[in-house]
C-alpha cells in the first residue's frame, strides 16, 4: 500500500484483508460459549463495521451521504407525552440509508423514539428496565404474532393519571412503550425471539402483548423498497398508522395524534424525494422489480 493512500473502510472489504479478518473473526466466534456470547459478539462487529465505514461519509443523523443530508428538511414535532416508541433495530438495519425507523427520533427526539440495538447488551438492558418501572401492563409489541390473535389498538389501556395529566408540562408520567421491530421480516422473527425469552424471563410468561393494526396502507417507500407483500410496511409507516388509529379513539383525541401521524408522513415523504434525487443523480433506476407474490400471508 501506498504511503500517502486512503485506507478503506468500507462495509465489503475485498481480497487477502477480507479473507485474513473473516478468519480471524470466525475464530473468535467459535471460542464463546454460548449462544448469546456469540450473538453479542455478531452484534458488536456488525455495527462496529458499520460504523467505522460511514466515517466522514455518512451523515450520523440521518444516515445518508453528506451531500444528501435531509436534516434540515426535517420539522420536530412533540409525540404525546403519554406514549413512547421503541425501536427495536436488527444490526443489519443499522445506518441503512432506506431505513425508515430513524425518522421516528429525528422527528420526535430520542427521549421520545429510543433506539435498542438487537444484541447489545447495554441498549437492552436501559429498554428492560424502563419496561420494568412501567409494569408489564404498559409495554406492547406492533408485531402480528401467528402463534396467538393480536389485540388491536383499541385494545390498548391507559390510567386516569395519563389522560389527565397528559397535557401538562413537568408532570412525572410513565409512559405506554410501544416496541416497534426494526428489520427485514426474516430478521423480525429473530427480533421477536429475544423479546420472548427476556419477557418469559422477567414475567413468567409465554406470550407477549403483541398488537397489530387493523387499517395498513402501503408506504411511499415501496417505490424504492418492495414489501414481501403488500400487507406489510415499513416502520415508519406503521407508526404513523399507530398513531392514526389512536387518534380514532374519542378519548384520545385532545392529544393532536393525527397531527404527530402527519409528521411521519411527511419524513417519509422527505426520505424517499432524497433517496429519488441520489439515484437520479448516480444514473440508478428509481424503480423496482416487484417482489410481491399471490401467497404471500
Not at 49 to 59: D, N
Not at 61 to 66: I, N, V
Not at 182 to 200: F, Q, V
Request: with cysteine; glycine share 6%; aromatic share 10%.
Amino acid at each position: 500500500m501506498l504511503a500517502n493512500s486512503r485506507l478503506d473502510f468500507s462495509l465489503n472489504p475485498q481480497g487477502d484483508f477480507k479473507d485474513v479478518e473473516d478468519r480471524k473473526h470466525r475464530a473468535v466466534y467459535q471460542t464463546l460459549a454460548d449462544s448469546d456470547q456469540k450473538l453479542q459478539y455478531y452484534s458488536a462487529r456488525q455495527i462496529g463495521c458499520r460504523l467505522l465505514g460511514s466515517r466522514g461519509y455518512l451523515c450520523q443523523k440521518c444516515w445518508l451521504p453528506m451531500e444528501d443530508c435531509m436534516c434540515s428538511k426535517l420539522a420536530p414535532c412533540n409525540l404525546w407525552r403519554g406514549i413512547r416508541f421503541w425501536l427495536y433495530m436488527h444490526p443489519k438495519d443499522f445506518l441503512r440509508q432506506n431505513n425508515t425507523g430513524k425518522l421516528l427520533w429525528q422527528v420526535f427526539g430520542i427521549q421520545a423514539a429510543s433506539l435498542c440495538l438487537f444484541g447489545i447488551q447495554e441498549h437492552e438492558d436501559i429498554m428492560w428496565d424502563a419496561f420494568q418501572r412501567s409494569g408489564k401492563e404498559k409495554v406492547s409489541f406492533l408485531y402480528p404474532n401467528k402463534s396467538a390473535t393480536p389485540k388491536s389498538v383499541n385494545d390498548l389501556k391507559f390510567d386516569d393519571f395519563a389522560m389527565s395529566s397528559g397535557l401538562q408540562e413537568g408532570v412525572q408520567l410513565e409512559p405506554l412503550n410501544l416496541v416497534l421491530l426494526d428489520g427485514t421480516w426474516s430478521n423480525s422473527a429473530a427480533l421477536y425471539r429475544r423479546l420472548k425469552e427476556r419477557w418469559t424471563a422477567i414475567w413468567g410468561e409465554e406470550d407477549i402483548p403483541c398488537i397489530s393494526l387493523s387499517m395498513l396502507s402501503a408506504s411511499v417507500m415501496h417505490k424504492l423498497r418492495p414489501q414481501p407483500a403488500w400487507d406489510r410496511t415499513c416502520t415508519a409507516a406503521a407508526a404513523a398508522g399507530l398513531l392514526s388509529e389512536l387518534h380514532m379513539r374519542p378519548e384520545l383525541s385532545a392529544f393532536k395524534l393525527e397531527e404527530q401521524a402527519e409528521a411521519v408522513e411527511c419524513s417519509l415523504d422527505i426520505l424517499l424525494d432524497a433517496l429519488t434525487a441520489r439515484r437520479v443523480r448516480l444514473g440508478r433506476s428509481i424503480t423496482r422489480k416487484q417482489r410481491h407474490r399471490r401467497d404471500c400471508i
